[in-house]
């Protein structure tokens, strides 16, 4: 998606929001925004760069609930369940709002049908980085490295259900190698804890999550999931160029409210996220992690990507043979 192509699109949005955005904010307190995840990955990331500036246009703090466990679905479910006044939104991504319904569906909630979509916000590429211990430079090295050492080789996750051990699982099936997986409670930070700790060989992460142990040798990202080169690694190879196009996958992170929250506060979220995606500030600290901005044209648009999102990462789930353990 082009960053310049979709702040068009919403221009026209944004316009007609304007008289919402200026009339005096629904909030009358802080406002909760759950992170499904642990500090250290790429949703917490993004939260702490959107929320400064979304909290000074609400005119109320917006506090960042950092609840992690169960691939996420602690946190989807207090935000389901949360009181659908505007006070409480969850910061939802790929793999807690598209993943998960394939991987658990016995779990209770179902993210297009408990919740209200507002928008769409970035998209970080993912990242295929592992400890500076393995003497691979690229992704066909790597796999060269593992059919030598089938089964000593491990990589870390942030759970079962997750997209990166999709990721995983679908490499394995289409190289021939075997490594072990090891899920951690706590989101991609905790994985890229493991690999810098050496706890585990490889991951599959955010880049927002590896630009800096990569630029300081404390780790070596072997490829970027993403459609072209990352501009932070333009010395990284793509996915696509290591010969794996489906693996163009990255963690988009999107805002949603409960089920039932009024329109008004629907549409005023909408506008206020609107701003500060243009906030100069906001921009340059996304774009410096390696972050895309894409938001939506509207709710109604984002609802219609979380649909197709869904059905996509089904087929996915279905095709490696993947469940939750």
Known sequence: MQVAGRILCVAACLAAGVAQAQSPSYASRPIRMIVPFAPGG?????????????????????????????????????????????????????????????????????PVRDFTAISLLVDVPGAFAVHPSVPAKNVAEFIQYAKSRPGQLNYGSSGAGSAQRLAFEFLMSKSGIKLVHIPYKGGAGAATAAVLAGEVVATMVTVASFIPHHKSGKARVLAVMAPGRVPALPDVQTMIEAGFPELTLGSWQGLYVPKGTPRPIVNQLYSLLMKTLQDPETVKRLQAGGAEIVPSTSPEEFAGFMKTQNAFWAKIVKDVGAVAE
């Open 42 to 110: 790429a949703s917490d990331f993004v939260a702490r760069i959107v929320t400064p500036k979304l909290s000074e246009l609400l005119g109320q703090q917006v506090v960042i609930d950092n609840r992690a466990g169960a691939s996420g679905n602690i946190g989807v479910e207090l935000g389901a369940r949360a009181p659908a006044d505007g006070h409480t939104i969850l910061l939802g991504n790929v793999g807690t709002m598209a993943v998960n319904p394939a991987i658990y569906p016995r779990f209770t909630i179902n």
